[in-house]
């Protein structure tokens, strides 16, 4: 015997599901933000995107506190870029304003967002390999307090910007550090074979192209190692590699470089099984100014402000995503010639086609990301079946659950909710198959409000022309 057998397939498991979330008791319907699962489907269809507004309201907080709190224990401060491409609308712009964030934006789109939702263009970072012309001119206009710089041909676009606007520009350079972090590892390397950033080697020459151009005040550099990461030592062994070629960066300046900004990344739990390992807020806080501290120190200098951008870390719990079951098949692995003719003991899997699939949430099939369900509309006695939940894409990849245990009695009907969807789902989704694009409903105290519309597939044909 398994002790597959014993896991609950009911629990509501509030490492990966939304603080507050939990079965109703009476019938046992999911509620998140104290709104019942079954009444969002009613009341704003399926598939749904569900954001509980405190939840992320609180992660936000949490995180601002906890990175801020740590920096000045070192006797420095931090400031915390919300990284919007993990989810953006006007509304949780505002949120991430109001509760003392600063925001990442990567394109003019974000921007128009950010910019529409009141936040103060000075708590902007705009990004970006590849940032037009056009786009360098609306940042510059609307004051955004940094541009991150990517590549040289930038320096002189934007000291052009500058220059037409009539105004002064705060810059960052982005550099390769050659650190690339990985969710259990690193690699460090003397150059990075990827499009971000320009080589360190490169940052003395390019600081003094920068500081040639009277419009560009050069604050310092930025790294982002990578994303999804469990272990500090990237960012230790980045801080020292970034640090390291200051004293010289603040001779080429001719005063001291104010900033550090070592990007985002920090690593987030998709199922309960990465709960055990993943890291937490206040640790990685922690760690995090006692590197900076102690590069600083190796390289001689005052510790730098910095400054952090989660994204996942920020919106990625607070999101859930609810399906309707459409259709149920049994498959049995005994007879697939698999090396291992069972999974976790099951000698079959329920495949479970959902209501949205791949268009609504790419992770699985772009990075084999892992994601955790749970039946939403009851709970079940029936005994656990081993199962994967798919979607309704012509696409074989196109999996939402590639593993997981649910009640056998599944079945058409049941709304199932995904948990760990507020990151990285809107923002990458598509349309695929002419699939509408979901609402996304954020809930709080008892009820839930559309915060972005969802796409009508009248709003599909209204894109193609009709001779
Ligand atoms: C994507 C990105 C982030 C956020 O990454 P998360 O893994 O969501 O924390 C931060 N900074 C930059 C430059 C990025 O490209």
């Given at each position: 015997?398994?002790?597959?057998?014993?896991?609950?397939?009911?629990?509501?498991?509030?490492?990966?599901?939304?603080?507050?979330?939990?079965?109703?008791?009476?019938?046992?319907?999911?509620?998140?933000?104290?709104?019942?699962?079954?009444?969002?489907?009613?009341?704003?269809?399926?598939?749904?995107?569900?954001?509980?507004?405190?939840?992320?309201?609180?992660?936000?907080?949490?995180?601002?506190?906890?990175?801020?709190?740590?920096?000045?224990?070192?006797?420095?401060?931090?400031?915390?870029?919300?990284?919007?491409?993990?989810?953006?609308?006007?509304?949780?712009?505002?949120?991430?304003?109001?509760?003392?964030?600063?925001?990442?934006?990567?394109?003019?789109?974000?921007?128009?967002v950010a910019l529409a939702a009141g936040v103060d263009p000075a708590?902007?970072?705009?990004?970006?390999?590849?940032?037009?012309?056009?786009?360098?001119?609306?940042?510059?206009?609307?004051?955004?307090?940094?541009?991150?710089?990517?590549?040289?041909?930038?320096?002189?676009?934007?000291?052009?910007?500058?220059?037409?606007?009539?105004?002064?520009?705060?810059?960052?350079?982005?550099?390769?550090?050659?650190?690339?972090?990985?969710?259990?590892?690193?690699?460090?390397?003397?150059?990075?074979?990827?499009?971000?950033?320009?080589?360190?080697?490169?940052?003395?020459?390019?600081?003094?192209?920068?500081?040639?151009?009277?419009?560009?005040?050069?604050?310092?550099?930025?790294?982002?190692?990578?994303?999804?990461?469990?272990?500090?030592?990237?960012?230790?062994?980045?801080?020292?590699?970034?640090?390291?070629?200051?004293?010289?960066?603040?001779?080429?300046?001719?005063?001291?470089?104010?900033?550090?900004?070592?990007?985002?990344?920090?690593?987030?739990?998709?199922?309960?099984?990465?709960?055990?390992?993943?890291?937490?807020?206040?640790?990685?806080?922690?760690?995090?100014?006692?590197?900076?501290?102690?590069?600083?120190?190796?390289?001689?200098?005052?510790?730098?402000?910095?400054?952090?951008?989660?994204?996942?870390?920020?919106?990625?719990?607070?999101?859930?995503?609810?399906?309707?079951?459409?259709?149920?098949?049994?498959?049995?692995?005994?007879?697939?010639?698999?090396?291992?003719?069972?999974?976790?003991?099951?000698?079959?899997?329920?495949?479970?086609?959902?209501?949205?699939?791949?268009?609504?949430?790419?992770?699985?099939?772009?990075?084999?990301?892992?994601?955790?369900?749970?039946?939403?509309?009851?709970?079940?006695?029936?005994?656990?079946?081993?199962?994967?939940?798919?979607?309704?894409?012509?696409?074989?990849?196109?999996?939402?659950?590639?593993?997981?245990?649910?009640?056998?009695?599944?079945?058409?009907?049941?709304?199932?909710?995904?948990?760990?969807?507020?990151?990285?789902?809107?923002?990458?989704?598509?349309?695929?198959?002419?699939?509408?694009?979901?609402?996304?409903?954020?809930?709080?105290?008892?009820?839930?409000?559309?915060?972005?519309?969802?796409?009508?597939?009248?709003?599909?044909?209204?894109?193609?022309?009709?001779?």
């Open positions: 015997m398994t002790d597959h057998r014993t896991r609950d397939v009911n629990a509501i498991d509030d490492r990966v599901f939304p603080r507050g979330a939990r079965r109703g008791s009476e019938c046992g319907v999911l509620k998140i933000g104290g709104v019942r699962a079954t009444e969002l489907v009613e009341q704003f269809g399926s598939p749904l995107y569900v954001v509980d507004e405190d939840a992320t309201r609180a992660t936000a907080r949490e995180i601002r506190d906890a990175l801020r709190g740590e920096a000045q224990r070192v006797g420095t401060d931090a400031t915390v870029y919300y990284a919007s491409k993990a989810f953006l609308s006007v509304q949780t712009a505002q949120w991430m304003a109001e509760e003392g964030l600063a925001i990442d934006v990567a394109s003019g789109g974000e921007l128009m708590k902007i970072g705009f990004h970006g390999n590849n940032k037009s012309e056009s786009e360098i001119a609306r940042a510059v206009e609307a004051g955004v307090g940094t541009i991150i710089i990517d590549s040289e041909i930038e320096v002189a676009r934007i000291a052009a910007a500058t220059a037409a606007a009539g105004k002064r520009q705060r810059v960052r350079l982005r550099v390769n550090s050659g650190v690339h972090a990985s969710t259990h590892d690193y690699l460090a390397t003397a150059h990075e074979d990827q499009k971000f950033g320009m080589p360190l080697t490169d940052a003395p020459a390019l600081v003094r192209e920068i500081v040639s151009h009277e419009g560009l005040d050069f604050v310092g550099l930025h790294c982002h190692i990578g994303s999804q990461i469990f272990a500090t030592e990237g960012f230790r062994e980045s801080a020292r590699r970034l640090l390291g070629v200051y004293v010289e960066l603040a001779e080429i300046a001719g005063r001291q470089i104010p900033e550090l900004n070592l990007g985002g990344g920090f690593g987030i739990a998709y199922t309960p099984e990465q709960a055990a390992e993943a890291p937490n807020v206040a640790d990685i806080a922690r760690q995090l100014a006692d590197i900076v501290a102690e590069a600083s120190t190796e390289a001689g200098i005052a510790i730098p402000h910095l400054a952090f951008e989660p994204g996942r870390a920020v919106v990625g719990q607070s999101g859930v995503t609810l399906y309707t079951v459409g259709t149920t098949k049994r498959v049995d692995l005994t007879g697939t010639g698999e090396a291992a003719p069972v999974d976790r003991g099951y000698t079959e899997r329920l495949y479970i086609s959902v209501d949205g699939g791949m268009s609504d949430n790419a992770r699985p099939a772009l990075y084999g990301s892992d994601y955790h369900v749970r039946i939403a509309n009851r709970q079940s006695e029936a005994a656990p079946a081993l199962v994967r939940v798919v979607g309704k894409h012509c696409e074989s990849g196109d999996i939402v659950v590639y593993r997981d245990e649910l009640p056998a009695d599944v079945q058409p009907g049941d709304t199932l909710a995904v948990a760990v969807t507020g990151a990285y789902c809107w923002s990458l989704s598509s349309n695929y198959n002419f699939v509408p694009r979901p609402a996304v409903v954020a809930v709080r105290g008892g009820e839930g409000r559309v915060i972005v519309r969802g796409q009508t597939e009248a709003d599909l044909l209204a894109q193609s022309i009709v001779a």
